[in-house]
C-alpha cells in the first residue's frame, strides 16, 4: 500500500514562499510520475506541477516562473517550492503519484493572507 505524505503548508503573507513536501512509503523511482494538485473552497482540483521519472517538469499556467518542482529520489520525496505566494494561491495541496487514478496524499492547507 503506498502512502504519501505531506507537510510544510501553513499560513504565509502575500509575496513570501513555503517549501512542501511529500514523503512516499516506497520508492518514488517506481512511478512514471509525481505531482501537486490543489483545491481551493468551490473549485475543481487542478494541477499545479508534475514531475516525471526522468526529471521533466511541467506547471499550471498560474504558477509557472514562480513555483518549482523538484524530487530526491534517496529521500522517496518531491518537494514543491513556492514563491512569490498570492492570496489566489490558497488552497489544500495534495501529493500524486501516477496521475488522477493513482495515489493521493490527505493534503496540506496553505493560506495566503495579511
Known amino acids: 500500500q503506498v502512502q504519501l505524505v505531506e507537510s510544510g503548508g501553513g499560513l504565509v503573507q502575500p509575496g513570501g514562499s513555503l517549501r512542501l513536501s511529500c514523503a512516499a512509503s516506497?520508492?518514488?523511482?517506481?512511478?512514471?510520475?509525481m505531482g501537486w494538485y490543489r483545491q481551493a473552497p468551490g473549485k475543481q482540483r487542478g494541477l499545479v506541477a508534475v514531475i516525471s521519472r526522468g526529471g521533466s517538469t511541467n506547471y499550471g499556467d498560474s504558477v509557472k516562473g514562480r513555483f518549482t518542482i523538484s524530487r530526491d529520489n534517496a529521500k522517496n520525496t518531491v518537494y514543491l517550492q513556492m514563491n512569490s505566494l498570492k492570496p489566489d494561491d490558497t488552497a489544500v495541496y495534495y501529493c500524486?503519484?501516477?496521475?488522477?487514478?493513482?495515489?493521493w496524499g490527505q493534503g496540506t492547507q496553505v493560506t495566503v493572507s495579511s
Open positions: 500524486n503519484a501516477d496521475g488522477v487514478i493513482g495515489y
Open positions: 516506497g520508492s518514488i523511482f517506481s512511478f512514471n510520475a
